[in-house]
């Protein structure tokens, strides 16, 4: 295998795998490897077999690799069979409803570096989002997960659950509003 430099896309280094060079795989696991076990655990709170699933994610990329469009984008994609291999998951454990859900309505912006009290702003609302998102149906937890702590914008959202951009800016609003109403009822109690 060629060395690979930092600068090439992640889209050049699936090409590169689509053309022989499996070594050139391992570079597409170590860029995205962290990311997809943070959705898992996002996702999947109290999955026993997460980290086994997060090798699924892998396993599936790598065979089907021929099937990626590298006019496409690869994190896209990767996290669309993340998604599916995810929501299996679920179904077979019967243990919670399927459904998909809007983050964007509930907080303005992503969680993103400002100065020093936005960051220390951001890091209070992670922890927040960190404690409460598991009670969340999963059509609205999955989107605050990917907007909030992944990064992605609508399009790459509905690229990934594969809903239209719209349905996305709902489901984040009804995720958002659901937790607003699941921490203000919280503050009446105590």
């Keep these: 295998m060629q060395p690979v430099p930092e600068e090439v896309t992640d889209e050049q280094i699936a090409s590169r795998v689509q053309q022989g ?9 170590e860029r995205y490897g962290r990311k997809i076990a943070r ?4 996702f999947l709170f109290g999955y026993e077999d997460a980290e086994d699933l ?21 994190s896209s994609w990767i996290y669309r069979i993340a998604h599916n291999e995810f929501i299996n998951a679920i ?8 459904p998909f859900f809007d ?3 509930l907080f303005p912006h992503p969680l993103s ?9 951001a890091e209070e609302l992670r922890s927040l ?13 999955e989107p605050l997960v990917l907007y909030y702590f992944e990064q992605m914008d609508y399009r790459e959202i509905a690229d990934v659950l594969r809903i239209p951009v719209s349905t996305v ?12 109403k699941r921490l203000n009822d919280k503050k009446t109690y105590e």
Excluded: T
């Design 91 to 98: 179904k077979r454990k019967r243990r919670e409803p399927v």
């Design 39 to 42: 959705y898992a655990k996002k």
């Design 54 to 74: 997060v090798q699924d994610v892998f396993v599936k990329a790598y065979v089907n690799i021929r099937s990626f469009d590298a006019g496409r984008k690869f």
């Design 129 to 141: 989002l960190d404690r409460h998102i598991v009670m969340l149906d999963p059509k609205y937890r």
């Design 169 to 180: 800016g709902v489901r984040l609003l009804r995720g958002r509003e659901a937790l607003r």
């Design 113 to 121: 570096s400002g100065g020093p009290e936005e960051d220390a702003d």
């Design 103 to 105: 983050p964007d309505a």
């Design 21 to 29: 060079d499996s070594e050139a795989f391992g570079l597409l696991v």
